[in-house]
């Protein structure tokens, strides 16, 4: 990870098969189901996403293409043989097969998708009016660390499950962090829930 703020790089390694929130905010969520690495044993990777914005959904699975339907299920026809982009509501959806990258450009947000092959890289950019233009602060293990203000989190127990210098920024997820507030409800890589929030 490669965080929005001033934190440093970090990585973390979920579970293999299962779906974890990678970014959240309204209207627009990005979630990866996670895979055993076949280039780097004992690591895991991102091996499907799915994109649930307020007028439809994508799903892309790195043995396919990506399909994107509207917010009645039906399939959205995009030319993957070509530069090609559609619309789902306000939202813009481009694909270059060159590079077999998918990128969504909602109000807040762009989110680049690129297909490495047996692995996802995502990234978010931050759109030129900010990240709270809705007054909703982003989530998810991409999406908090865009707020540089997020200050030290303590489970029931009183162990630090996030710990973020509130004038530098500088912080990250500890190392053995328990991964489960992140799980999507029965590992549904639309879903909406996960069993609990990272912060505030």
Same mark, same amino acid.
């Given at each position: 990870f ?36 076949k280039?780097?044993?004992g690591?895991?990777?991102?091996s499907?996403? @799915?994109?649930? #914005? ?5 799903k892309?699975?790195? =043995?396919?293409?990506? %399909? $994107?339907? *509207?917010?009645?299920?039906?399939t ?43 692995s ?11 990240y ?10 991409? @999406?908090?660390? #865009? ?8 489970? =029931?127990?009183?162990? %630090? $499950?996030? *710990? ?9 997820i500890p ?26």
């Amino acid at each position: 990870f490669i965080p929005g703020q001033k934190q440093p790089e970090y990585d973390i390694h979920p579970a293999n098969g299962k779906v974890f929130v990678m970014f959240d905010d309204k209207n627009y969520q990005i979630n990866a189901r996670m895979s055993d690495s076949k280039a780097h044993p004992g690591t895991t990777v991102m091996s499907e996403m @799915g994109t649930k #914005l307020a007028n439809g959904n994508v799903k892309w699975d790195v =043995k396919g293409d990506p %399909v $994107i339907t *509207d917010k009645n299920g039906k399939t959205v026809n995009l030319d993957l043989k070509k530069n090609s982009e559609t619309k789902l509501g306000d939202d813009i959806l481009k694909w270059d097969p060159k590079n077999r990258t998918l990128t969504i450009v909602s109000k807040e947000h762009t989110a680049v998708l690129k297909d490495e092959g047996d692995s996802f890289r995502m990234e978010s950019i931050v759109g030129k009016d900010g990240y709270n233009m809705d007054g909703v602060i982003p989530n998810g293990l991409a @999406g908090w660390t #865009l707020d540089g203000k997020i200050a030290t989190k303590k489970d =029931k127990n009183g162990k %630090v $499950i996030a *710990d973020v210098d509130k004038n530098t920024g500088k912080g990250g997820i500890p190392e053995g962090t328990k991964l489960q507030d992140f799980q999507t409800v029965n590992n549904d890589l639309f879903g909406d829930a996960v069993k609990a929030e990272l912060r505030r």
